[in-house]
């Protein structure tokens, strides 16, 4: 039996999550990881309780949805709830994270970002990683690791 590897465990999980967003304009799905295990997993997505973009449409200021809560933070406020630290864990995410997501996951102490599409990558994010010893690492989703899904039919 073939085993899917940790990076693609991970990717695939994350890419799962993401097909929860609810934010047409970008799907994004993000899940932290700390000694190998899932600790939070988050999508792009409305404060909980309140309207839903594939509902009621975007909120759009500037260009941007406002609506939503990204994956990113969505998965560190998840810690923050529970009370799980994320010191010193790892985040997968979708799409390279946005600005504000680069600060809140450098932040929250996590230490490697694994990326599987670049998006808009910042020139200003991936300057704020690297003063803060933050590494990332693009791994895209491969579609072996999903034919093994399909092994188990
Ligand atoms: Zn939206
Ligand atoms: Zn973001």
Redesign the pocket.
Known sequence: MERISWHQYFMAQTHLIALRST???LTVGATIVRDKRIIAGGYNGSVSGSAH?IDDG??VIDNH?V??VHAEMNAVLQCAKFGVPTDGSEIYVTHFPCLQCTKSIIQAGIKKVYYAKDYKNHPYAIELFGEAGVETEKIPLDDEALQLVHTLE
């Open positions: 934010c047409e304009r973009c975007c909120y949805c609506r939503t």
